[in-house]
């Protein structure tokens, strides 16, 4: 349960804000549920006496993380996961705001279904939950959904999710229609026909496998695709997850060109490569597949550099009845909430990405492709934070992670990175204040 907003005081902390670039010394004091004072000092001065003092000992002090694709199994498939055991996952992991996506049972393709997310996630009170909405009715690529209906209700982008939308009319439709409405369109770049069945990626690793693969070229053919109708619709664009090197290349020449297409990349494809399957281990079952090394590579510079703007937890939970399959007959996914920022953690370790970018990726990139006024660290900024140790280190037990799903591709890694404290809306919704 969360405790009531008060005046709580970080001092001594490691700040870290994307939105003014510094990384230094830093003391911030929430009031009333937002940033009321901020100082790149250790300590603030003349705090009032009925404050919460916390020293951070020199943790990291930095906006709560915004995961932009989330999965639940509510409403319609509760085992797998409901919107409130993704909410305590998503608060034990730092991450203050998910959005979920709208492939649920009902599907998320009309106000109606909006309204209920957001209504159970208002009595859960823990993070903030922002729906996806279905681009198509039923998500099956066919007609399109009330996209306007369901972006006065409340949905912050529009996406089919995993199904990508193969006839180049209605997606050309949809781009034009949202694009005139100023919403976002998120869609998977995969082109069904050469990825139907697959199960890996197209390699020497998966032939000798003997795994029904896909070839990373289905991504860049529909990326091409997309790319283009962003340019013919002027439309914003989110690609969904792209994860090899090879459609890299087309997304720097979409940002050349200035179109409006940012880029996601999922926290597997960074962390992990098509060898990690090993024994045919159904965790690492993906969607999009793991790729080779080089692509993983690739993958690092791309974010590093800003080509690839957001980091994703890729959640989709699993429980084990569809895990425990042979590999090609296992459904795809994996959890992520809760390893989310140690993985990230493991980039800056080892000196492949500096922290500041790390953690823009996570908080002020997503909050302005969605229009939220979290992800910084400024006065009347929501007070949206977590605490965190970057050196505690961890093994990860799957069993004892939050989610209701335990299919984490992180479990018995050993990570770096612990969050303390989570606040929201000046809500202390995890740790010990």
Known sequence: MSLAPGLIAFQNARMVDPASGYDGPGAILVAEGVITRVSHGANLDGLPADVRVIDADGALLCPGLIDLRVKTGEPGNEPKET????????????????????????????????????RRARDIELVHVYPAGAATKGCQGKAMAEIGLMREAGCVFITDADHPIIDSRVMRRILAYAGGLGVLVAHRPADPWLTAGAAATESEFSGRMGLSSEPVEAETIMLERDIAL???????????????AAPLASLARAKAAGLPVIATASINHLTFNELDIGDYRTFWKLTPPLRGEDDRL????????????IVVSAHAPAPPEEKRLPFDEASPGAIGLETLLPA?????????????????TVTLAPAKAIGLAAGRLSVGAPADLILANIDTPRLIDAAMLTSK??????????LQGQVLITLVDGRVVFGEP
């Open 344 to 360: 990230l953690l493991t980039l800056y370790h080892e000196g492949r990405i500096p922290l500041l970018r790390l953690i823009e």
């Open 298 to 309: 690739a993958l690092i510079e791309a974010v590093a550099s800003g080509l690839v703007d």
């Open 230 to 244: 962003a340019g013919l619709t002027g439309a914003r664009l989110m690609v969904d997850q792209i994860s090899a």
């Open 83 to 118: 919107l409130k055991s993704a909410a305590r996952a998503a608060a034990a992991g730092g991450v203050t705001s998910i959005v979920v996506q709208p492939d649920t049972d009902p599907v998320v393709d009309d106000p109606a279904v909006v309204d209920f997310i957001l």
């Open 405 to 414: 799903s335990k299919n984490s591709t992180f479990d018995g890694r050993r």
